[in-house]
Structure formats: C-alpha cells, structure tokens
C-alpha cells in the first residue's frame, strides 16, 4: 500500500472506532479508539488461532509492518502534536510553575530513568546501559487523553498547567536522554576508541546541542513568525503561517541535529503567548485555536489507534508477560519518586495541596513516544523484551489509569490547590 492509501485507512479506522466507543462505550475519545483497537486486534489474533486457515492475522501484521511507526510519531505527528499542546498553554500560568515543572522534567526524568533501569537490569540480567534505555523509553508522560478527565474534575489551573508543561518538556528531555544513551548502549566496542571517559564527553556535548539547540531554534523561529503575522491580518494565512512554523521547523531541527521536540514546544509557547499580545485580531486567534485543536484531535484519534493495532509488532511470551508486570509496578514506583522528590523539595517555599502527588503519579500516563522508541532500538537480543515491556505498561497507562485517574482527582482534588509562587 502506498503512503494515501494507508493513511485513507487509518483516518477510516480511526473515524469508525470512535464511531463504536460513541455510542456504545462512552469512554474518553482517544481512550476508547485504543481500547476499540486493541480489542479488535487481540480478537484478529484470536481467531487466527483457534479458527484453520483464517489468514486476516497474517494479512494485518503485514499492513503493520508497512507503517513505520516509529518515523511516523518521531518525525511527523510529534511535532505537530507538541505544538499544539505547548500553543494552548498559557506561558503567564506556566511561570508560574516553573520551578515544578522544571525540576520534574530534568532531575525527575533522570530518577525515573535511573530507577527503572536499575530494577530492570536486576529483574531481567539486561546489562545496565541498555536498561537505562529502556528506563528512559518509558519515563515520558503523555497526558493528552487524561488532560479533559482531570478538568471536569474541575482541578486547579496550577495543577492542570503542571502536568501539560512537564508533559511537554520531559518529552523533549527524554527524547534527548534517549538519544545519548542509545549512542552509549549500542555502540560498545564500535567507537571511536577513546575509552569511557570520552563517551561520556561526547555524550555530554550531544546534549548541549540538543537540548540548548532546540531551544533557541524554537525561540528564533517563533519569534521571526511573530513579525510576520503581527504585519497581517488575514486568519488564513496566519493560520498557515503557523502551520509552517510547525512542519518546517520541525524538519530543520532534525537537519541540524538539534531537538526538534524542544523547539516544537518553545515556539508553541512562544506564539501562544505573544500571537494575543499583539500578533492576531481577535477572529486570528479564533481560527488558529479551532485549527490547532481540531489537528491534535485527529492526530490524536490516529495515534492511539496506531498503538492500538501496533500489538501485531508486538512478540509476547511468558517471559516477556511477567517481566512486562514486574516494569508496570517500577514505573508507577519510579513515576511516584520522580514527582515526589521535587514536591517535598519545594515544600519550604511554597503550598501543595494533599492531593497533588498521588494525581500526578497516577496521571502521568505513557503514551505513543514510548512505543516509537522502544520501535526505534537496533536490532539486538534484548529488543523484543523493551517494545514488549514497554506496551505492557502504555496500555495499562492508558486504559488503567486513563480512565481512574478522573476519580481519584475528584477525590482528592477538590480542596483548592495553594499556590505561593509570586
């Protein structure tokens, strides 16, 4: 099949499975497409195995090996994703959770990372390096389809600006950790020779350029399409202008070798905040919420039916089953860690409400990154192991705790959340 008719398909299936979870499941849109997905695909393969000479499983796995879903999320749908989340996150409310944010999404991605791969490595005899990739694959949080959950719940905006800025960031974090440890775990031996200490040089510098590149990158070319549209007043053409701002700075972060992650997220924020100050009329800025939210609601149907069907990439064996369940517990254990480590720091100088580190913990859903990069990894023996742990635990993320979290967030969260932040 051809790149039309495959993403024809998915649109198809995507319109058809919410159809289904509409009427008859009533579940969140994008947790009920996945849960629509997977049910027909455990039951595809179901079939194959019971019923002779049902040959569908075969035709289907064959379709799915068609669609790169790794290049698919990393180098098309995450851009445009980031930079609708980021364009609807107001940079006024998110100053003022910077310490929070900042911290979970740096000191908290590396605890996570580095609890994950530790109990990992122990569990399984992976060797450490490569279970800190794993341990990197799976810190991500993905809370777009938990995000309209948690405000029915009717939570305070510094809790819901919380996990949609350390949402946004830690993914461009992760994704750079995961490209550093990736260099270092799967390149033993292959080098450049300079021993360890120079890797972790290199490793060190990769960072760097990532991470502070993606960031003045983003900021750049936010800035230039501010000019731009505060000189015109067209809502199409703005509209498009954003769009570009999405697509080509997205490709010219990865043909500099920078974040494209981060520079997705910094422009968003940049033109979600300055576009209302000055560069969009008031119909502008209408017709670009409504487009950018339409796109991440089409880009999200997709995504969640791509994992949904992607068990078909899937290898799963009694092994891979209980290491996926023992990886399930390390990452709600590390996710716990990770969110709690920075709260109490900041406990001195500022209020938390009771209820913000068991919502955020169970609300830090893994999502479709997880999946591409485990998709991602060079061949190797352990391979089959990550991308079968690491779907165990975004479907028991999504379906699980997606669809609990409401709860636990009306039940904890209704107190007002203190915020002492000037």
């Given at each position: ?87 609807h996150v107001k940079l006024e ?24 791969g530790t109990g990992f490595s ?209 990452a709600l254990v590390a996710r ?87």
């Open positions: 099949m051809n790149l039309l008719q495959i993403t024809s398909l998915l649109i198809v299936l995507a319109g058809a499975f919410g159809a289904v979870n509409y009427l008859f499941l009533k579940l969140p849109a994008a947790i009920g497409i996945l849960a629509v997905a997977l049910a027909a695909s455990l039951a595809t393969m179901a079939l194959d195995a019971v019923v002779p000479g049902f040959a569908i499983d075969d035709q289907l796995r064959l379709l799915v090996s068609e669609i790169d879903f790794s290049q698919a999320l990393l180098e098309g749908m995450l851009g445009l994703l980031l930079f609708a989340g980021a364009l409310d998110l100053a003022g959770q910077w310490r929070v944010v900042a911290l979970m999404a740096t000191i908290g991605v590396g605890l996570s990372t580095v609890i994950i122990w569990l399984t005899g992976m060797p450490f390096l490569v279970a800190l990739v794993f341990g990197v694959i799976v810190t991500p949080t993905d809370p777009v389809a938990v995000l309209g959950v948690l405000r029915a719940a009717r939570l305070s905006r510094s809790l819901e600006t919380k996990i949609a800025g350390e949402s946004l960031f830690n993914d461009g974090v992760g994704y750079v950790v995961f490209l550093v440890l990736v260099g270092l775990a799967f390149a033993q031996g292959g080098g450049h020779g300079g021993g360890a200490e120079a890797d972790l040089a290199d490793a060190a510098l990769l960072f760097a350029q990532e991470a502070l590149g993606g960031a003045v990158l983003g900021t750049a070319l936010g800035w230039l399409t501010f000019r731009v549209m505060r000189r015109i007043d067209d809502p199409s053409l703005e509209v498009l202008l954003t769009l570009g701002l999405a697509f080509g700075g997205y490709e010219l972060a990865i043909a500099l070798h920078v974040s494209a992650p981060i520079m997705a997220v910094v422009a968003g924020l940049l033109i979600g905040h300055t576009g209302p100050k000055g560069g969009m009329s008031v119909a502008t800025r209408a017709h670009v919420d409504s487009f950018w939210s339409l796109i991440d609601e089409i880009l999200n149907a997709v995504l969640f039916l791509l994992i949904g069907i992607e068990v078909f990439a899937v290898v799963f064996s009694e092994g891979i089953l209980l290491a996926g369940a023992a990886a399930i517990v390390l716990f860690v990770a969110v709690a480590l920075p709260i109490y720091a900041l406990s001195p100088f500022r209020g938390f409400s009771p209820g913000v580190i068991p919502i955020m913990t169970w609300g830090g859903l893994k999502g479709g990154i997880s999946v591409a990069l485990a998709l991602s990894l060079p061949d190797s023996e352990w391979k089959p192991l990550i991308l079968g742990a690491t779907y165990m635990i975004v479907v028991f993320s999504i379906i699980v705790q997606g669809l609990t979290v409401g709860n636990l967030a009306r039940h904890l969260g209704r107190e007002p959340e203190l915020d002492l932040d000037p």
